[in-house]
């Protein structure tokens, strides 16, 4: 694992917390609201809302949300995650699994998202022909770095659960 992902994951562990905001806890993550109901969201929508962050270069926080045209979304990455996808709020990276399936690695999509109990990216396509090294978009931390697109390595990528979101379209 390189240095820049174990940060990306110690940065996301603080995810795994409840997610709303306790009243005279300052380290509670905070709620940021959209929608009334999770969006249907097609795989296109999922990397163009994605790149509007990496376009506009969003801080890393987990005490702070950002707002465009897709919403307003805790600037985390499981934030990340749930604003790519259109939920009603930021989740957290154990609460992803409730709007989303499990699938198996091979048949990841773009839009797609990787998910441990520490860290979440947007999955945006397959660097090689064996489907073991993914290219991800992730919001990582934890000193307000903006989100990246990478490529993880394939020992990386088995430490996550592929996960499909409930409403994405397929295009």
């Given at each position: 694992m390189s240095t820049r992902t174990l940060i990306a994951?110690?940065?996301?562990?603080?995810?795994?917390?409840?997610?709303?905001h306790a009243a005279g806890d300052p380290d509670a993550l905070i709620t940021c609201g959209t929608t009334a109901e999770d969006r249907a969201t097609s795989r296109d929508e999922t990397q163009t809302r994605s790149r509007s962050?990496?376009?506009d270069q969003v801080p890393y926080s987990q005490q702070a949300c950002h707002r465009n045209d897709y919403g307003d979304y805790r600037?985390?990455?499981?934030?990340y995650v749930s604003m790519a996808w259109g939920l009603t709020h930021s989740r957290t990276t154990t609460t992803l699994r409730d709007v989303a399936t499990e699938v198996p690695r091979a048949d990841l999509r773009p839009g797609d998202a990787?998910?441990?109990?520490?860290?979440?990216?947007?999955?945006?396509?397959?660097?090689?022909?064996?489907?073991?090294?993914p290219v991800v978009r992730e919001q990582t931390g934890p000193d307000g770095e903006p989100p990246?697109?990478?490529?993880?390595?394939a020992d990386t990528a088995n430490t996550y659960t592929p996960l499909r979101y409930y409403k994405v379209v397929e295009d």
């Open positions: 994951v110690l940065a996301c562990t603080a995810a795994f917390q409840a997610p709303a962050w990496l376009d600037t985390d990455c499981s934030g990787l998910v441990n109990a520490n860290h979440a990216a947007l999955f945006v396509r397959w660097a090689d022909e064996a489907k073991s090294e990246v697109e990478r490529k993880w390595t």
